[in-house]
């Protein structure tokens, strides 16, 4: 069964920028908080940035002033915003409910890839 679906992933210069989907299945999807992650080669998984219900949003310092996280709650989406893009930023993007359990079953996550 698909449970999240990212999407919008792929090759782009430094500096550039990308916009990622993130679909979540479920009729309650507007009270639901949505957190994006990204796992580099070699490295664990990090939370880069968060959206609650109610439209508060974090972000780690390392994405802070180049990332936004905006949500369509009429689509089931959440978006990940990615300007200024950097190599460092090169990851496999995950999206992933927000809540006190265990995290739902892992999408296939989407390739950014940052290089010239």
């Known amino acids: 069964q698909v449970q999240l679906v990212e999407s919008g992933g792929g090759l782009v210069q430094p500096g550039g920028s990308l916009r990622l989907s993130c679909t979540v299945p479920?009729?309650?999807?507007?009270?639901?908080?949505i957190g994006w992650y990204r796992q580099a080669p070699g490295k664990q998984r990090e939370l880069v940035a968060t959206?609650?219900?109610?439209?508060?949003?974090n972000y780690a310092d390392s994405v802070q002033g180049r990332f936004t996280i905006p949500r369509d709650n009429a689509e089931n989406t959440v978006y990940l915003q990615m300007d200024s893009l950097k190599p460092e930023d090169t990851a496999v993007y995950y999206c992933?409910?927000?809540?006190?359990?265990?995290?739902?079953?892992w999408g296939q996550g989407t390739q950014v890839t940052v290089s010239s």
């Open positions: 992933n409910v927000q809540w006190g359990g265990a995290p739902w079953d």
């Open positions: 479920g009729s309650d999807f507007s009270f639901r908080a």
């Open positions: 959206i609650t219900s109610g439209g508060t949003t």
